[in-house]
């Protein structure tokens, strides 16, 4: 048999079961390898709907790591009540053509719009005779398809292959339906605030309930008595499972009188206090359940009513509950009808490696391995939508039995799947166009994002930046005689008025401007004699007296003065370099 992990997410456990999966009808022996219950991360889950799946993933992937868990497939059972009921009658047609029907006339049995749920089903029981002989008596179930998908997404979080989803009514009834046994059995599975009710004849599911009660009152009321000394909900459930907190009968009167052994099972537990205190402590912890127990008590007379005054002879309790010292007591006493916890379920065998203990916390774990409802997966969505075209032929045929009908929806279901295709081919080329035009959003936003950038850096730099590096330079390669009379500068360029001796020496300076790198472009309009000062026309007459007789070229002007010319010179933008051609040019 293939391996699968089952479990089971409540408000205050997940509880996680490796075993065998039943394959088939055929019964076999199951072996449970691993079980574990660990504590439920707080707010991760509300009514069956997950809100925390990367906290549960954190706790579920470390306990698989813990307990050495190899195995990939899962199944998870759910319990909610936003998780939509309805038993109807169907007609006798062959198994396979069960749920094309249902689908076929769901609009009559949920009067809500169903596009947004999930459907399942499952068979309750297939009359043998009477008028409705053949018929199937049927649950159809309707699930919030977030609710669906939320347990998908867990899964793959996980690292696990969701292979179904069951719903927690049915995993209960598949795991007890398995005992061998004609009697009229009701389960209980009792969780903290919230208990399922399901009555069990025969191997078919009769009856099953849900109310809004379970032991959370008990719990807190262990909280409020000062004789117990339990300051949190840890502390309180503790005791329960360790002694028994309560009374074995809820009026004070009946507690006074002796049990009926033949009603409890747990023989071991004598209703006997050890002072005047707790007794009235266990007093009030069992009133608390009074509401309870007078919920289950009328789901049994209403079970009567509904099937001519058959009874329940037998209750079982599962969930939470099953822990709790002298639960079984109470209800069986209660109630009149004998009471056990779960602890062995027919066929289902432990391996050596695994504890026989508390298998009444994993019953509704292991039925979900048996036969699951199945909430639609992606893989049986698909194959549902191809043969969803099939239902009109399967209503024609049971309601005309007209072969030329089915003639006719076998050309329409062509059609229609020929739409279908085309419609599923324009679907991908519309997410491939998507994946596209989303990369090309992306750029055009990345390069008008760069162009703002470009501006903003230009609004931020000036031609004349460079004002600083040229006067620096100049200090560095003018001559000591040459005199700048004047100095403008702008965004682009700079106009200086220079004086130096002679013509030879103004066209070293050209050519050492012109060199300069953050210089572009120099020019010159002209060169003029500077009229001489009188300082000047001593000096240089001083120079001319002290010349050596040596033949030296004279240029004109150097005799009257100074030569004065006005230099040009246009900014490199900041952080450029004239290149060579340039400044050859």
Same mark, same amino acid.
């Given at each position: 048999?293939?391996?699968?992990?089952?479990? !089971?997410?409540?408000?205050?456990?997940?509880?996680?079961?490796?075993?065998?999966?039943?394959?088939?009808?055929?019964?076999?022996?199951?072996?449970?390898?691993?079980?574990?219950a660990i504590p439920t991360p707080p707010g991760v889950i509300k009514d069956g709907y997950l809100q925390g799946s990367a906290a549960?993933?954190?706790?579920?992937?470390?306990?698989?790591?813990?307990?050495?868990?190899?195995?990939?497939?899962?199944?998870?059972?759910?319990?909610?009540?936003?998780?939509?009921?309805?038993?109807?009658?169907?007609?006798?047609?062959?198994?396979?053509?069960?749920?094309?029907?249902?689908?076929?006339?769901?609009?009559?049995?949920?009067?809500?719009?169903?596009?947004?749920?999930?459907?399942?089903?499952?068979?309750?029981?297939?009359?043998?005779?009477?008028?409705?002989?053949?018929?199937?008596?049927?649950?159809?179930?309707?699930?919030?398809?977030?609710?669906?998908?939320?347990?998908?997404?867990?899964?793959?979080?996980?690292?696990?292959?969701?292979?179904?989803?069951?719903?927690?009514?049915?995993?209960?009834?598949?795991?007890?339906?398995?005992?061998?046994?004609?009697?009229?059995?009701?389960?209980?599975?009792? !969780?903290?605030?919230?208990?399922?009710?399901?009555?069990?004849?025969?191997?078919?599911?009769?009856?099953?309930?849900?109310?809004?009660?379970?032991?959370?009152?008990?719990?807190?009321?262990?909280?409020?008595?000062?004789? &117990? %000394?339990?300051?949190?909900?840890?502390?309180?459930?503790?005791?329960?499972?360790?002694?028994?907190?309560?009374? &074995?009968?809820?009026?004070?009167? +009946?507690?006074?009188?002796?049990? %009926?052994?033949?009603?409890?099972?747990?023989?071991?537990?004598?209703? /006997?206090?050890?002072?005047?205190?707790?007794?009235?402590?266990?007093?009030?912890?069992?009133?608390?359940?009074?509401?309870?127990?007078?919920?289950?008590?009328?789901?049994?007379?209403?079970? +009567?009513?509904?099937?001519?005054?058959?009874?329940?002879?037998?209750?079982?309790?599962?969930?939470?509950?099953?822990?709790?010292?002298?639960?079984?007591?109470?209800?069986? %006493?209660?109630?009149?009808?004998?009471? %056990?916890?779960?602890?062995?379920? !027919?066929?289902?065998?432990?391996?050596?490696?695994?504890?026989?203990?508390?298998?009444?916390? &994993?019953?509704?774990?292991?039925?979900?391995?048996?036969?699951?409802?199945?909430?639609?997966?992606?893989?049986?969505?698909?194959?549902?939508?191809?043969?969803?075209?099939?239902?009109?032929?399967? /209503?024609?045929?049971?309601?005309?039995?007209?072969?030329? +009908?089915?003639?006719?929806?076998?050309?329409?279901?062509?059609?229609?799947?020929?739409?279908?295709?085309?419609?599923?081919?324009?679907?991908?080329?519309?997410?491939?166009?998507?994946?596209?035009?989303?990369?090309?959003?992306?750029?055009?936003?990345?390069?008008?994002?760069?162009?703002?950038?470009?501006?903003?850096?230009?609004?931020?730099?000036?031609?004349?930046?460079?004002?600083?590096?040229?006067?620096?330079?100049?200090?560095?390669?003018?001559?000591?005689?040459?005199?700048?009379?004047?100095?403008?500068?702008?965004?682009?360029?700079?106009?200086?008025?220079?004086?130096?001796?002679?013509?030879?020496?103004?066209?070293?300076?050209?050519?050492?401007?012109?060199?300069?790198?953050?210089?572009?472009?120099?020019?010159?309009?002209?060169?003029?004699?500077?009229?001489?000062?009188?300082?000047?026309?001593?000096?240089?007459?001083?120079?001319?007296?002290?010349?050596?007789?040596?033949?030296?070229?004279?240029?004109?002007?150097?005799?009257?003065?100074?030569?004065?010319?006005?230099?040009?010179?246009?900014?490199?933008?900041?952080?450029?370099?004239?290149?060579?051609?340039?400044?050859?040019?």
């Amino acid at each position: 048999m293939a391996k699968v992990i089952s479990i !089971e997410i409540s408000n205050s456990l997940i509880r996680m079961v490796e075993m065998d999966r039943q394959v088939g009808d055929k019964k076999k022996k199951i072996t449970i390898y691993r079980q574990c219950a660990i504590p439920t991360p707080p707010g991760v889950i509300k009514d069956g709907y997950l809100q925390g799946s990367a906290a549960l993933r954190d706790v579920i992937r470390r306990e698989l790591n813990d307990k050495q868990i190899k195995t990939k497939d899962v199944i998870f059972t759910v319990a909610s009540s936003k998780i939509v009921t309805r038993e109807v009658v169907l007609p006798p047609v062959k198994p396979n053509q069960i749920d094309a029907l249902i689908r076929s006339n769901l609009s009559e049995y949920f009067p809500i719009d169903l596009s947004s749920y999930d459907i399942a089903h499952i068979v309750l029981e297939q009359f043998a005779d009477g008028p409705d002989k053949g018929k199937y008596r049927t649950m159809i179930m309707a699930a919030d398809k977030s609710l669906v998908s939320s347990y998908d997404e867990l899964a793959t979080m996980c690292g696990l292959k969701l292979i179904s989803l069951d719903y927690a009514g049915n995993s209960i009834f598949q795991s007890i339906r398995r005992e061998e046994t004609a009697s009229r059995v009701m389960v209980l599975k009792i !969780e903290e605030g919230q208990t399922t009710v399901s009555v069990i004849k025969n191997k078919n599911l009769m009856l099953q309930r849900s109310i809004n009660y379970g032991i959370n009152e008990a719990v807190s009321e262990v909280m409020n008595q000062k004789v &117990f %000394n339990a300051s949190s909900e840890d502390e309180a459930w503790d005791l329960m499972q360790k002694k028994a907190c309560i009374k &074995f009968n809820v009026s004070e009167i +009946a507690q006074k009188n002796s049990y %009926n052994p033949n009603l409890a099972v747990d023989t071991e537990l004598r209703d /006997v206090d050890e002072s005047p205190e707790v007794r009235d402590a266990k007093i009030a912890v069992t009133k608390s359940l009074d509401t309870f127990i007078g919920s289950v008590r009328r789901v049994i007379e209403f079970y +009567a009513s509904r099937n001519a005054g058959d009874e329940v002879d037998r209750i079982l309790i599962t969930g939470t509950a099953g822990a709790m010292k002298g639960i079984a007591k109470l209800i069986a %006493n209660e109630l009149g009808i004998k009471t %056990n916890v779960v602890n062995r379920l !027919e066929g289902v065998g432990y391996h050596v490696t695994s504890e026989d203990a508390g298998i009444y916390n &994993f019953v509704s774990c292991i039925g979900a391995t048996f036969h699951p409802v199945g909430f639609i997966t992606k893989e049986k969505k698909s194959k549902q939508k191809r043969e969803l075209d099939y239902t009109p032929f399967i /209503v024609l045929v049971l309601v005309l039995f007209c072969i030329a +009908a089915a003639l006719l929806l076998v050309d329409a279901h062509k059609k229609v799947t020929a739409v279908d295709d085309e419609e599923q081919r324009l679907l991908k080329l519309e997410q491939d166009y998507k994946k596209a035009e989303q990369t090309y959003i992306a750029h055009t936003n990345l390069v008008s994002l760069l162009n703002q950038v470009k501006e903003g850096a230009a609004l931020r730099t000036r031609n004349n930046d460079n004002i600083l590096q040229l006067i620096q330079d100049l200090e560095t390669v003018l001559p000591e005689d040459v005199e700048i009379s004047q100095f403008k500068s702008d965004d682009n360029s700079v106009i200086m008025v220079m004086k130096v001796a002679n013509k030879e020496v103004a066209a070293a300076v050209l050519d050492k401007l012109r060199d300069l790198d953050c210089i572009k472009e120099v020019t010159t309009p002209s060169l003029t004699e500077a009229p001489i000062e009188e300082d000047e026309e001593e000096e240089s007459n001083n120079r001319n007296n002290n010349r050596d007789n040596e033949d030296e070229e004279v240029y004109e002007g150097s005799q009257g003065g100074k030569i004065e010319f006005t230099v040009t010179a246009t900014y490199y933008p900041p952080g450029t370099r004239a290149n060579s051609s340039e400044v050859q040019n």
